[in-house]
């Protein structure tokens, strides 16, 4: 099938103003849109510049906004786009360095300081105990990828720089609700803030983007319900 | 730029970042990553981490010791597999104190899975040897791992790639690295460098691998005169997503799925009758390529299928939750109700730097490099021989990360700072300049398309002496090729062209050696099978390829493999 694809290019060293360009490009149904992607940078366009590597969802280095949503391109097929023109941007929010690539140090940041580690002291000198039911209260927040979808799509995170955003929340949550952890009350206090945990409200897109189906508003919510206990 | 660190280490996947968190303690640590390091491909491991914990029933630091012998077909060091089957129940347990969320039993203990190759009572049966954390198992212990990091305040260069090492015979002075974000060369001088860069499956067309793995720090050792060790032994892994490579854990039949062929019978059953689905790697892709010789893969096509449907939704959601979405968003399918096609996928590299069990890089005559220490899969201890087991690679990482952490940390007071002549940096300008400038020549996708398609046809599960003089002259040619590679891209930022342009010369030099290997060694060991040299040859071929590049040529020369405690035997399943 033939494949249209605009693509987002920014150039600083080249570019006073972001442009779009266009490219065709043959793909089979089941090939996914960063097979694509590379068929264009290495058959066509080498300027072409993105972030990728396990290409199959687990590495989280390809999100970028395809038609207008925060996604990996590695787990979207050619086949769901047939006949419509696929529409690449870098993710919303952060600051384009070039082409589809994004600056997510102040991301990265931001889950650093929820601490993304666990706290405890004082290990046994096997390991610790944790009931089947305890380990499950972690969900899915496990499969967090760090891919920043879900960040990147927050209206809130749109508008207000300050906000901590639902990437770091899930890595708070991670641990808030890990039986093993020791900080649970600090670490709820550090989030209740209103640029903390409050400033969600409930729109919903980090739960709709995620690629690992991560229920991050739900988690939000309960976060939220444990500071007010 | 210049920056001054009494350690450098390359690579942020499990390997680099435990030995990073080792050697943080005592000394000023770099840590340098072509990927930011929660994008390691440590991360795509999904089965688990082998660990005699005996959580779920009874088992031996022995027995694993004795399966990884035998399941590398006899060509491990077993000083090394010792290391390794005594030093993973602590591991793993640290693991669990960094925070690792594994998978329970009731009584609230790491819950433990059977696997490839994993036997109780020196092969009598099955045994659940596999800590796992459903199904993404590498993924949460790299995150867990660069967590401790970032408490830690380690310093990291996230997309800096290597470009070359600051080495002479006896002394090492640092690496120089390529700053995707820039393209500015840095050099980073160090009294000692760890090399944790991992595998290579870039090589191949179909793999489980990741784009980074292009092989790196193994093909600069190579170019700085250390020999490679045991480059022919490559794992296809059976359950790659037919087409995709994409990686089905070995967990999937160590929950009790099994492979059917096109007759839907259970074809393993006479491969090996007491383990089946549960054999080596090396004998199940055997087994898959042999019945789809024989015209029994799906529909008389060259796949078989991945039986889960009579596991149950449960055990799915709780156990295999990423391969089933894998299933899901790849072929469409629902694993609970319809067979997954697959077919060999190639998927880790058992050869690479030799080292010691400490990490410490061996030259020629087998003495250790001061001041060079490599670990993971770009290493060769050997602990794996000629055939990894399944959740051997993620406690090899830990393990012999923090054994060349330690190592690190005893040698650095004697380890002085070293100014070679000249400037160090200029070599990898050089390059980076001429690739940008070359006005005409070609690009570097289509010559590394033909090098993958030459390896996958030529060099795959079954090997013969005139497919590899056929893949020998091919890379050659490609070689040659090679010498106009050109880019569309001029820029400085994020010039992914160029990077990719830099990498294929890795991966064509290690092409050649494995394929130099390949075809040296007459005998059918492991994952290395010669259709020309059928059987295992105790007499000839109990011993370790090495091969040196010397000048424009290269010579290969062996060493024996260390025996202790397991006489080889025929090995059956």
């Not at chain 1, 967090?144 to 929340?169: F, K, Q, R």
């Not at chain 2, 090996?272 to 689905?277: E, R, V």
């Not at chain 2, 062209?497 to 060694?521: F, M, P």
Request: with cysteine; aromatic share 8%.
């Amino acid at each position: 099938m033939d494949m249209k694809f605009r693509i987002f290019r920014f150039d600083p060293e080249e570019d006073r103003d972001p442009y779009y360009r266009e490219y065709s490009v043959a793909a089979k149904p089941d090939e996914r849109l960063l097979d694509c992607l590379n068929r264009i940078k290495w058959e066509q366009d080498g300027t072409l510049s993105y972030r990728m590597s396990c290409a199959h969802g687990v590495c989280g280095s390809d999100a970028m906004r395809i038609n207008g949503r925060c996604a990996l391109a590695c787990q979207k097929l050619a086949k769901d786009f047939e006949g419509v023109e696929v529409v690449l941007e870098p993710l919303p929010t952060f600051t384009v360095l070039k082409d589809l690539i994004v600056d997510l140090t102040p991301f990265f940041e931001r889950v650093d300081e929820v601490r993304p580690y666990l706290m405890a002291s004082d290990p046994p000198d096997k390991e610790r105990l944790q009931s089947p039911d305890d380990r499950k209260k972690m969900g899915a927040a496990i499969r967090c990828i760090l891919c920043a979808c879900c960040t990147a799509a927050c209206p809130v995170s749109i508008e207000n720089p300050d906000y901590i955003g639902p990437a770091a929340l899930v890595q708070a949550f991670r641990r808030i609700f890990d039986s093993r952890d020791e900080e649970r009350e600090d670490r709820l206090k550090q989030l209740d803030y209103p640029d903390g945990v409050w400033a969600c409200v409930n729109y919903f897109e980090c739960t709709r983007v995620c690629p690992k189906e991560i229920p991050v508003t739900k988690y939000i919510n309960m976060i939220k319900r444990e500071i007010g206990k | 730029m210049k920056h001054e660190y009494d350690v450098v280490i390359v690579g942020s996947g499990l390997a680099g970042l435990r030995a990073a968190l080792e050697v943080a303690q005592e000394a000023d640590v770099a840590l340098i990553s072509k990927v930011f390091p929660t994008r390691s491909h440590s991360g795509a491991a999904q089965g688990g981490i082998s660990a005699a914990l005996g959580n779920e029933e009874p088992d031996s630091s022995e027995w694993h010791m004795y399966d990884t012998v035998k399941g590398g077909d006899y060509l491990v060091d077993q000083d090394a597999a010792e290391v390794l089957a005594d030093d993973a129940v602590r591991a793993v347990v640290e693991l669990e104190h960094f925070g690792v969320p594994f998978n329970r039993t009731p009584e609230g203990k790491i819950a433990q899975r059977a696997f490839g190759g994993h036997t109780r009572d020196f092969g009598k049966g099955p045994v659940k040897r596999a800590c796992y954390a459903a199904d993404r198992t590498g993924r949460v212990i790299l995150d867990t791992l660069f967590g401790e990091a970032v408490r830690r305040g380690i310093k990291v260069f996230s997309e800096f790639h290597l470009m070359d090492l600051i080495v002479d015979k006896s002394r090492v002075g640092g690496v120089v690295a390529y700053e995707l974000a820039t393209g500015e060369i840095h050099e980073f001088r160090s009294r000692a460098i760890m090399l944790a860069t991992g595998g290579f499956g870039k090589l191949f067309k179909t793999t489980s691998n990741c784009f980074a793995n292009t092989g790196d720090g193994v093909y600069l050792c190579y170019r700085a005169g250390i020999p490679l060790e045991d480059m022919e032994f490559v794992q296809f892994h059976p359950t790659g997503i037919y087409g995709l490579g994409v990686l089905i854990t070995e967990a999937a039949r160590g929950e009790g799925g099994v492979l059917r062929n096109s007759e839907g019978r259970r074809f393993m059953d006479d491969y090996a009758p007491t383990i089946k689905d549960l054999a080596p790697r090396d004998m199940v892709s055997r087994a898959m390529i042999t019945e789809i010789r024989a015209g029994r893969g799906i529909d008389g096509r060259d796949f078989l299928h991945l039986d889960l449907t009579h596991l149950g939704k449960d055990k799915l959601a709780e156990k295999l939750s990423d391969i089933s979405s894998f299933a899901k968003i790849y072929l469409g399918i629902d694993v609970a109700s319809e067979p997954i096609p697959v077919s060999p996928t190639c998927h880790y590299m058992m050869g690479g730097i030799p080292t010691d069990v400490d990490g410490r890089v061996l030259d020629d005559k087998g003495n250790a490099v001061t001041g060079l220490y490599a670990a993971g899969e770009c290493a060769c201890i050997s602990v794996h021989g000629a055939n990894r087991l399944g959740c051997n690679s993620l406690v090899d990482l830990v393990v012999f990360g923090r054994r060349a952490g330690k190592m690190i940390s005893r040698e650095l007071p004697s380890l002085d700072r070293w100014e070679p002549a000249g400037d160090p940096a200029d070599a990898a300008l050089w390059t980076v300049d001429a690739i940008r400038s070359r006005r005409s020549g070609e690009k570097a996708a289509g010559i590394r398309s033909e090098m993958q398609q030459t390896m996958t046809d030529l060099c795959s599960v079954y090997r013969n002496e005139k497919d590899l003089a056929r893949a020998m002259s091919d890379i050659r040619g490609l070689k040659e090729r090679y010498q106009m590679v050109t880019v569309d891209d001029k820029g400085a930022m994020f010039n992914t062209d160029i990077l990719e342009a830099v990498e294929l010369e890795s991966l064509l030099g290690l092409a050649e050696a494995t394929l130099v290997c390949a075809e040296a060694r007459k005998e059918s060991r492991g994952a290395h099978f010669r259709e020309d040299y059928p059987d295992r040859d105790d007499v000839n071929w109990l011993k370790h390829t090495l091969i040196q590049k010397t000048g424009q040529s290269f010579r290969i020369f062996f060493k024996p493999v260390v025996i202790t405690r397991f006489e080889p035997k025929a090995r059956t399943y």
